[in-house]
């Protein structure tokens, strides 16, 4: 599975953590940035992240800024994202079982890094169940 990384300064330190964990378990990794801890702007790699998931150059993606709000709200101005934020391992699982959520945000200054993993873990194993929920799904795009 390949996945999208993303975030703004305030992710950075999450992002590469992240980056080392996910490699570690076989992910392939598109970081789309930044490379470093410099002011950066959010949307500058929301949508980039939300572009290849979109066109399907990644499978799913995972983003973060320091209340995950901003690159979220980025990321969903895309026909076809499904952007959620989350900061329990809970939402992340719902997300992807009831809101074929394609996108992952976080909250990096509000979660440590091993919440993060969690968070992370729970959305990755976990894939849509359709049904009941396919047609509000439906319902998301304008």
């Known amino acids: 599975m390949v996945l999208g990384l ?3 300064h305030a992710g950075y330190d999450l992002k590469v953590e992240l980056i080392k964990y996910l490699k570690s378990k076989g992910f392939e990794i598109n970081d789309f940035g930044p490379y470093s801890d410099d002011r950066a702007d959010y949307p500058d790699f929301a949508h980039p992240v939300a572009l290849a998931v979109e066109n399907k150059e990644v499978d799913l993606g995972i983003i973060m800024c320091g209340s ?3 690159i979220n ?3 969903n101005k895309h026909q076809g994202i499904r952007s959620a934020l989350c900061w329990e391992p809970e939402i992340a699982a719902l997300a992807r ?3 074929d959520a394609n996108i992952c ?5 509000f979660i440590t890094v091993q919440k993060a993993k969690d968070i992370v873990d729970a959305y990755l194993e976990n894939e849509f169940e359709g049904g009941r929920h396919a047609a509000r799904v439906d319902k998301i795009a304008c």
Do not use: K
């Open 6 to 8: 993303g975030s703004d």
């Open 68 to 70: 995950g709000n901003g």
């Open 73 to 75: 709200m980025a990321a």
């Open 97 to 99: 079982q009831h809101n």
């Open 105 to 109: 945000a976080l909250p990096a200054r």
